[in-house]
C-alpha cells in the first residue's frame, strides 16, 4: 500500500489560487473546452505517439476515441471529504509508522498535496500501467478567464467516452482522463458508491 501513498503524493496538483467570482456556467463552458481538446487528443495517433511512444497504448487510444466529447451526459463537481482520512487509509504499517514520526505542522503540509485529482488517479492505476500511461499522455492543459481561490474539480461523463476529470485553477483547467467502469458513472447513486471519500453533486444532466 506503501506505492499508492507516493503514488497520490506525486499525482496532486498544487494549483495556484486567486479570487472568487466565476458561476457554475463559466466552470461548465471552461471544462467543455478541456474536454474537446482532450477528444482531440485521443482522435490523433501521431500526438500520442510522440508523446508516449508505445505501441500498447494504441489498444487504449482505440477505445478512448469515440468522437463524443463535446457533449456530456452529466457533470458532477467532486470534494474530497476528508484528507486525512483519505490518505491514513491508503497506508501500510510502515507509512504509518513513518507518519507519526511527523510534526503536525509538517502533516498538514503533506495533506494540502492530497486531492479529488490523486484519488482519482489512484482508481485509474488499478486499470493497469498501459491506462495509468495513457492518462499521463493525454493530459490537457488550457488557459481561461477563470481566478478560482480554491481547486475546484469537475467529472465530465459521455454516453460512449471515458470520463475526464477536469481541474481548475487560477486562470487555467487541466484535465485528465478516469478509467472508471461504465456501471459505476450510470447514476450520482452509483458514482458514490464507487466513490464513497468525495461529496459529488450534480452540476448538469
Given at each position: ?18 479570487a472568487l467570482g466565476e458561476s457554475k456556467t463559466d466552470y461548465l ?177
Amino acid at each position: 500500500m506503501k506505492k499508492w501513498f507516493i503514488l497520490m503524493l506525486a499525482a496532486a496538483l498544487m494549483l495556484s489560487t486567486g479570487a472568487l467570482g466565476e458561476s457554475k456556467t463559466d466552470y461548465l463552458t471552461a471544462g467543455l473546452e478541456v474536454t474537446k481538446i482532450m477528444g482531440q487528443i485521443a482522435a490523433d495517433e501521431n500526438y500520442i505517439s510522440l508523446i508516449v511512444g508505445v505501441s500498447e497504448i494504441d489498444a487504449v487510444r482505440e477505445t478512448v476515441n469515440t468522437g463524443d466529447y463535446d457533449r456530456p451526459t452529466a457533470v458532477y463537481e467532486l470534494k474530497l471529504k476528508d484528507p486525512r482520512a483519505f490518505v491514513e487509509s491508503t497506508m501500510d504499517e510502515t507509512t504509518r509508522e513513518t507518519w507519526a514520526k511527523i510534526p503536525e505542522e509538517l502533516k498538514e503540509q503533506a495533506l494540502r498535496r492530497f486531492n479529488v485529482q490523486a484519488l482519482l488517479t489512484m482508481y485509474t492505476s488499478r486499470q493497469g500501467a498501459v491506462n495509468i500511461a495513457f492518462s499521463s499522455a493525454t493530459v490537457a492543459v488550457v488557459p481561461n478567464d477563470l481566478t478560482a481561490e480554491e481547486s475546484v474539480y469537475y467529472l465530465y461523463t459521455f454516453e460512449k467516452g471515458t470520463p475526464i476529470l477536469v481541474s481548475f485553477g487560477y486562470r487555467g483547467a487541466t484535465g485528465t482522463f478516469v478509467f472508471l467502469p461504465k456501471e459505476q458513472c450510470a447514476t450520482p447513486d452509483d458514482l458514490q458508491t464507487a466513490l464513497p471519500d468525495l461529496e459529488i453533486t450534480l452540476v448538469e444532466e
